[in-house]
T-cell receptor
């Protein structure tokens, strides 16, 4: 079954701790994205990557880091510098070449991060 | 990026047709209009995309007038399971990294 897998579904972070959220896709998509969603709000872009070994900051990158060593994987690390990390984190992917109309992103099921 | 405006919330009853309108007055020539649906604690799901006139798929219809400054998502005969948040996005066709999700429209379908 093709899709995007995020893990874990729930994650708890202690003060001063770094935690890593996993995102894997088997859709052969080129671009991958991380969003943060706070209760009752829309999605805000944290980081995105259009090709392997390259990524760009989104609107709220401070306190987060990413890597893109493989096409299929785009892990997000929430560092201790992120003082308010409690949120719902969503990973998405998109095939970035081909049909110009296809700016369609496909999302994972999300990871809910809470601070202990 | 074209800014979009849509109602914060809407209520409907099962079996009714629901129309959600999105305003995008500064839409550019090569912008496309895309709608997503999000259920609680899930990622958004693509519903429909269009450039002009009318687009229909198995889930919804999208109506876009000639001036393209607004669009209307039409959900026929809604059911309780259509209760969700609906997002309207306007972006260039190949600008996936520039998508902006606003607050969306919370649709509540009642029995």
């Amino acid at each position: 079954d093709g899709g995007i897998t995020q893990s874990p579904k729930y994650l708890f972070r202690k003060e001063g701790q770094n935690v890593t959220l996993s995102c894997e896709q088997n859709l052969n998509h080129d671009a991958m994205y991380w969003y943060r969603q706070d209760p009752g709000q829309g999605l805000r872009l944290i980081y995105y990557s259009q090709i392997v070994n390259d990524f760009q900051k989104g609107d709220i990158a401070e306190g987060y880091s990413v890597s893109r060593e493989k096409k299929e994987s785009f892990p997000l690390t929430v560092t201790s510098a992120q003082k308010n990390p409690t949120a719902f984190y969503l990973c998405a992917s998109r095939k970035s070449v081909g049909d110009l109309a296809k700016n369609i992103q496909y999302f994972g099921a999300g990871t809910r991060l809470s601070v202990l | 990026l074209a800014k979009t405006t849509q109602p914060i919330s809407m209520d409907s009853y099962e079996g009714q047709e629901v129309n959600i309108t999105c305003s995008h007055n500064n839409i550019a020539t090569n912008d496309y209009i895309t709608w997503y649906q999000q259920f609680p604690s899930q990622g958004p799901r693509f519903i429909i995309q269009g450039y002009k006139t009318k687009v229909t798929n198995e889930v919804a219809s999208l109506f876009i007038p000639a001036d393209r400054k607004s669009s209307t998502l039409s959900l026929p005969r809604v059911s309780l399971s259509d209760t969700a948040v609906y997002y309207c996005l306007v972006a260039k066709g190949n600008a996936g990294n520039m998508l902006t999700f606003g607050g969306g429209t919370r649709l509540m379908v009642k029995p």
